[in-house]
């Protein structure tokens, strides 16, 4: 017998996946694909799909009416059990991300450029490991901030793409904390997967609420620029005198400019910026006290 799954098509694409993929996991969706257009949320063994839809519904109306994300309808179907990320990813092929990484999805046959650093990721989900622009833009920034032996701090590690990137560019050691238990498990198994394994921690918890430990050279941030500004005077205290930061997951428009302004308001110099697809991701240093 075939198995199924139930999927949930909602408009605003990326912008959708980055507000409403932690409510919609809460509701038990298992899986993401995205679009332009649309996210796709998928989920397995649900008890009812009008219950799901008006649940979906219920998340997306308050952005719908705030114009934060588009109108559109929200709609619901059933599709037969395949491997609908891995075709997905594999369609992507091998991802360049600044001047020394190339992504390589699962199942991709490809060698990288001389010179470039290949990252072989398997997800659980179908985002996080190369694709999105917040990812490639940090890959891309990490080149020009990474010091041989820097202590590497990661807040929202995701499944460890970023801090396994720092350790590749010669970075000592890293720390990464997340509030996904699933993404702690995959950046420890992707860590080992690159020959990093012992030189990465990470732990399940939050990054606004539970204590930090260690000094560390350069704190990657990818996450929301509210809990960036919020978290901000606290990791300061954990970071060297000379530290370096990369902070994006914000997006341009008003979210840049309250992310620029804030952190210039708590001593740091911002280096560099870069935009894809309607993100920003900044390079900053620590000015001298």
């Known amino acids: 017998m075939t198995s199924t799954w139930t999927v949930i098509h909602l408009p605003g694409g990326e912008t959708a996946y980055e507000l409403l993929s932690e409510p919609l996991i809460s509701l038990g969706a298992v899986g993401f694909t995205s679009d332009p257009e649309q996210l796709h949320a998928f989920f397995k063994d649900i008890v009812s799909q009008e219950a799901l839809l008006e649940q979906a519904q219920t998340l997306y109306q308050p952005l719908q009416e705030e114009a934060i994300l588009p109108a559109g309808e929200i709609t619901i179907e059933v599709v037969a059990e395949e491997d609908w990320v891995g075709q997905w990813r594999r369609s992507l092929g091998p991802i360049l991300a600044g001047d020394r990484f190339v992504v390589i ?12 650093i290949a990252l072989r990721l ?36 995701g499944n460890g793409v970023l801090a396994i990137g720092a350790l590749l560019l010669g970075a000592g050691s890293a720390f990464g904390i997340d509030n996904e238990q699933e993404a702690v498990d995959e950046t420890l198994e992707n860590a080992e997967l690159h020959g990093v394994g012992e030189k990465l921690r990470a732990l399940f918890g939050d990054v606004l609420a539970d204590p930090i430990e260690g000094s560390y050279d350069l704190l990657l941030a990818n996450i929301f620029v509210t809990p960036i500004l919020a978290g901000l005077p606290t990791w300061l ?11 994006t997951g914000v997006q341009v428009g008003d979210e840049e400019k309250r992310l620029l302004e804030g952190v210039a308001s708590m001593g740091l110099e911002v280096e560099e910026t870069l935009h894809l697809d309607g993100w920003i991701a900044a390079r900053c240093r620590r000015l001298p006290a």
């Open 105 to 116: 999805p699962p199942g991709v046959e490809a060698e990288p450029e001389p010179g470039r």
């Open 237 to 247: 205290k954990q970071m060297t005198p000379d530290a370096r930061f990369i902070f």
């Open 122 to 157: 398997e997800p659980r989900m179908a985002f996080g490991t190369g694709e999105h622009a917040t990812t490639r833009m940090a890959l891309a920034l990490l080149e020009k901030t990474v010091h041989e032996g820097d202590r590497v701090l990661d807040l929202g590690c």
